[in-house]
């Protein structure tokens, strides 16, 4: 029987309509791995304009790439927990402020098994969770 291999993104993200992205960096301390505003065009073949603001800092362009989801759950909630203030100011103002989860398994099915301890640190932060998974099979 094969191993089953795990990848993982996690994320803090901030989304709203008037999302100041450059604001958000100076205090938060710290930069987004990728941030929009309201309004900015992606793409140039087909180009769409952003309907709202964003700004994240992902796990998997600050840590080594590894299959345990614990790790990088752990690493976010170290970087975010200081900033929890911040981000109750932000929620304040009606944005999305919440910590997504991309998995990536090479089946189907299966995939990571989490501590008590790390889901009781996520858990603390009072954020929404959003699992996305990704069965690569």
Do not use: C
Not at 84 to 106: E, F, N, P, Q
Not at 121 to 128: F, H, I, P, S
């Amino acid at each position: 029987m094969s191993e089953i291999e795990v990848n993982t993104n996690v994320s803090l993200r901030i989304l709203g309509d008037d999302v100041d992205p450059e604001a958000i960096t100076l205090e938060m301390g710290m930069s987004p791995d990728q941030f929009h505003r309201k309004g900015d065009v992606h793409g140039t073949r087909s180009p769409v304009v952003r309907k709202h603001g964003y700004w994240t800092i992902t796990s998997s362009k600050h840590i080594a790439a590894s299959d345990d989801t614990n790790d990088h759950i752990q690493w976010l909630v170290a970087a975010v927990a200081p900033k929890l203030d911040r981000l109750a100011t932000y929620k304040g103002r009606g944005w999305r402020v919440d910590i997504w989860i991309g998995i990536h398994t090479s089946v189907g099915h299966g995939g990571p098994t989490l501590r008590p301890d790390v889901l009781a640190q996520l858990a603390a932060l009072g954020l929404d969770v959003n699992l996305d998974l990704y069965p690569d099979a």
